[in-house]
């Protein structure tokens, strides 16, 4: 049995997590932690834990010892310090932050007004975007979990990326309220986003150098994007609509036939059949991303539809998958989630 920690584990993904693991057949939680509420049982912070996952919230030093893989669910700038005591401990260390996820440091200084301390660590940490990146994550004993839109991105666009022109990409998503986290903001206040929507931080999104980082070393060459976020007021999910100009003509049939192949061993992958479309009701509290294909024939475009759970598998679910990949376990083990169909 895996003995597995979350730090942060009173923040939004980092109690995913720990819903996530107490239904999973060979890993076992065996120590929480969090700066707010040390010394607090968990269910005291979150009552739907009662009876499920009575445990005290440690210090951060108590979760690495008691497990062999640790989850971080914590703002960027706090990961790499814990990073590198699991690395020096022999733990598995994986981060839900942004402190790995990004392999030029320019880039990080840019986005995040920071800077890496330990380099050597960053080299080590390897991109967790499972269905992509699974060979470099079964060796991997730092994993950098992606975020929640690059995943909806970077699902919807891999499979095409060679067939597409690659500086001209626009990436319209949304999101649910969960993606901005616990600690709360005016524009995730109930009032303000309560019957509200509207784009934020538009082409500013810290995403963006990860979203154009991923597509990059997918398809070889340099890749921009243009990325618009926008807040959904609903508590969870990612819908990306993305728009692409093919390279030459393409038929609906061949758009399909592409994403079946690509995925086609890939079971939290789902490509919806020709004239159906991507719903965030259809993926809610799951693993999956529902990918839905459309051809508008008289732009020549081709508009690609990708749903997600922000929770699940942009976050707490592909860091399960991640430790199932690296551990080698079942890459579904603990993520035998239906969606509820309302």
């Known amino acids: 049995m895996i ?15 720990a819903r996530l693991l107490v239904s999973h057949p060979e890993a076992e939680i065996t120590a929480v932690s969090s700066v707010s509420f040390t010394g607090m049982e968990l269910q ?6 009662r009876d499920i996952l009575e445990m005290k919230l440690q210090d951060d030093k108590a979760v690495i010892e008691r497990s062999d893989v640790v989850f971080a669910s914590l703002p960027h700038g706090l990961s790499e310090g814990i990073a590198a005591a699991c690395h020096k401990n ?25 800077a890496y301390e330990d380099k050597k660590l960053h080299d080590e940490a390897v991109y967790g975007l499972s269905e992509l990146y699974r060979g470099e994550i079964a060796r991997a004993r730092i994993i950098a979990n992606p ?14 990326l060679c067939k597409i022109d690659a ?28 019957e509200a929507f509207a784009p934020y931080k538009v082409a500013l999104h810290r995403h963006t150098p990860e979203i154009e980082q991923t597509l990059s070393e997918i398809s070889g060459k340099t890749v921009t994007v243009t990325f618009v976020p926008h ?20 038929s609906a049939e061949e758009l399909y036939e592409i994403f079946k192949r690509f995925y086609n061993e890939d079971k939290f992958i789902r490509i919806l059949p020709l004239g159906q479309t991507a ?16 051809l508008d024939e008289r732009c020549g475009r081709v508009i690609i ?33 239906v969606p509820p169909a309302f």
């Open 3 to 17: 003995k597995a920690g979350i730090i942060g584990a009173t923040g939004y993904a980092g109690l995913e997590i």
């Open 44 to 49: 005291e912070v979150y009552p739907s834990m």
């Open 90 to 114: 022999g733990k598995l260390f994986i981060d839900m932050g942004a402190d790995f996820r990004l392999k030029n440091e320019d880039d990080y200084k840019q986005w995040y007004d920071g």
């Open 147 to 160: 975020g929640c839109y690059p995943t909806s991105v970077a699902l919807g666009l891999a499979p095409l």
């Open 167 to 194: 500086g001209n990409i626009i990436i319209d998503s949304k999101s649910g309220v969960t993606g901005a986290g616990r600690t709360p903001a005016q524009n995730t206040h109930f009032p303000d986003c309560n």
């Open 231 to 250: 807040l959904l007021p609903i508590n969870r999910g990612i819908l990306s609509t993305i728009y692409v100009t093919p390279l030459e003509k393409l």
């Open 279 to 294: 719903d965030l009701k259809n993926v809610k509290f799951s693993n999956y991303c529902d990918i839905s294909l459309h």
């Open 305 to 337: 539809v990708s749903a997600i759970d922000n929770m699940v598998k942009g976050a707490a679910g592909q860091a399960v998958q991640n430790m199932n990949i690296a551990c080698g376990l079942k890459e579904d083990s603990g993520l035998s989630l």
